[in-house]
């Protein structure tokens, strides 16, 4: 039997036979130890192999379940992009249904409005009047000081103009250079060059009307280069020609109000606020509309052709020749103006002989016509207040013979001096920028008694230089 050892037989002869037996059984039981444990090792591989067998197995039915399971939720999602697809492709056709209608309806709402916003037109067409056009024209000679605030303050008027055209009447100064770079802030400010040619501010002017005599603007702001005009002043003169419904004014000028400082300045003032006076009494025929604000038909200047080219004062000529042409020239208070006085006596003076001049020149050229019969009344009621005057500081005779002045204290001069006094405390009302310097000057009297005096006798050569037919100076 295996793994059993075998006795020795008795009495044999092989020497050592018991150890040679017992070797060998030894050995045969170490055999069939091994072999049992080599037979335990390959039912342990086996029973491993059985169950990697069975894992495997049951890995390949997951993974079929998982394949299963992907193979249907791939099938789901198949079918749930599908009714995406068709639900999308309703909602498109959906949409493009309401496109269409909403189209529609706009294009019904713009023909609507289009109707209504062609019959309001055509309703505000018959009821309201058309929106006035203005222009500004300011003839400019060596202003390069001046200019600026002036283009400022016209370009920021509450009524927008449509242009403001610079007249640079061969200027000598940095003029062009200052209205050129005015006009990248304000594109409606126009520059144009004009070579000098001694026609003066008229020239200048009808330069730029030639230009403006066919074109659709309805009003012509003609403005100085010195001046400095309020924000609501082309408002204020549009509100008023709206009101003439039967256009027949021609022209309208502003209040005035001067700029400066000293003695002499306050006595322009002063004078100044006559002038204002004497224009509200007249507003409806104002004598002058004057040359630093004065705002046109461009219809009446048409008619007229602008300005007479020669005279010392062009705005006087061209009042009258408007009001020959039958228009109306009012003022209006509401309209303000701001210009520098005149800072020396010097320049006064020569200010003055031209205005004093140009005056007779206007009345010499019209004659006596209804239109200026006020201003010839002015130059003879001057001449019987210089008698007046005359009779008051007059000169008697002493009985030695020579001629001495004395001081008659006639009542009848005295009364014309007190109610003239009474009348220009009245007229301080009308003194823009007035303060109480300005009426200690008035009430002391005697500043402006020179003052007056003096252009009495600036008067009186204006006229001695108008009758010898002097040359002209401006």
């Not at 409005?113 to 037109?121: F, I, L, N, P, V």
């Not at 104002?286 to 052709?305: D, E, F, S, T, W």
């Not at 007779?360 to 210089?386: K, Y």
């Not at 500043?447 to 009495?456: A, D, F, H, K, N």
Request: net charge positive; charged share 20%; proline share 3%.
């Amino acid at each position: 039997m295996r793994g059993t050892a075998m006795p020795a037989p008795q009495g044999s002869s092989i020497p050592n036979a018991q150890f040679i037996y017992s070797t060998l059984a030894a050995k045969n039981q170490e055999g069939a130890e091994a072999g049992t444990s080599s037979a335990r090792g390959t039912e342990e591989l086996i029973r491993e192999n059985q169950r990697l067998h069975s894992v495997l197995e049951a890995a390949e039915q997951e993974l079929a379940r998982q394949r299963d399971a992907y193979a249907t939720l791939c099938r789901q999602l198949a079918e749930e992009n599908q009714r995406l697809q068709h639900r999308i492709s309703l909602i498109q056709h959906e949409i493009a249904r309401l496109h269409q209608e909403s189209e529609a309806l706009r294009t019904a709402l713009r023909e609507h409005e289009s109707d209504q916003y062609t019959a309001r037109a055509q309703e505000a067409q018959c009821s309201a009047p058309t929106k006035l056009k203005c222009v500004a024209i300011i003839p400019a000679r060596n202003e390069d000081h001046t200019i600026a605030p002036c283009i400022e303050s016209l370009a920021q008027q509450t009524y927008p103009l449509e242009k403001i055209i610079v007249v640079n009447d061969g200027s000598t100064d940095w003029t062009e250079l200052v209205v050129n770079h005015l006009r990248q802030k304000y594109p409606q400010v126009e520059c144009l060059n004009k070579e000098p040619d001694g026609s003066m501010r008229a020239g200048a002017v009808n330069y730029a009307l030639k230009r403006l005599f066919t074109s659709d603007y309805d009003l012509v702001l003609i403005a100085d280069a010195d001046a400095l005009y309020a924000p609501t002043l082309v408002e204020e003169a549009v509100k008023q020609f709206e009101r003439d419904t039967n256009e027949e004014i021609g022209g309208i000028c502003s209040a005035v109000e001067l700029v400066g400082a000293g003695l002499l300045h306050r006595l322009q003032k002063l004078e100044y606020g006559g002038f204002n006076a004497d224009r509200v009494a007249t507003w409806r025929n104002i004598m002058i509309i004057h040359g630093l604000c004065g705002v046109y038909r461009l219809k009446a200047l048409r008619q007229v052709r602008g300005y007479t080219v020669g005279h010392m004062i062009e705005d006087y000529d061209l009042t009258v020749r408007l009001k020959k042409a039958g228009w109306k020239t009012v003022f209006n208070p509401r309209m303000h103006a701001k210009t520098h006085s005149v800072p020396t006596l010097r320049a006064l003076i020569r200010q003055r002989l031209r205005w004093y001049r140009g005056g007779v020149q206007v009345l010499l050229d019209h004659g006596m016509t209804r239109f200026t019969a006020f201003d010839a009344f002015n130059h003879v009621h001057f001449l019987l207040m210089l008698g007046i005057i005359g009779m008051i500081v007059g000169f008697g005779i002493h009985a030695s013979g020579r001629w001495s002045p004395q001081l008659l204290w006639h009542p009848i001069p005295i009364a014309v001096f007190v109610v003239g006094w009474l009348g220009s405390l009245w007229q301080l009302r009308w003194v823009r920028g007035l303060d109480w310097k300005d009426v200690m000057i008035r009430a002391i009297v005697v500043p402006e008694l020179l003052y007056y005096t003096m252009l009495s006798l600036v008067r009186l050569w204006a006229y001695f230089l108008e009758f010898v037919s002097a040359k002209k100076r401006w």
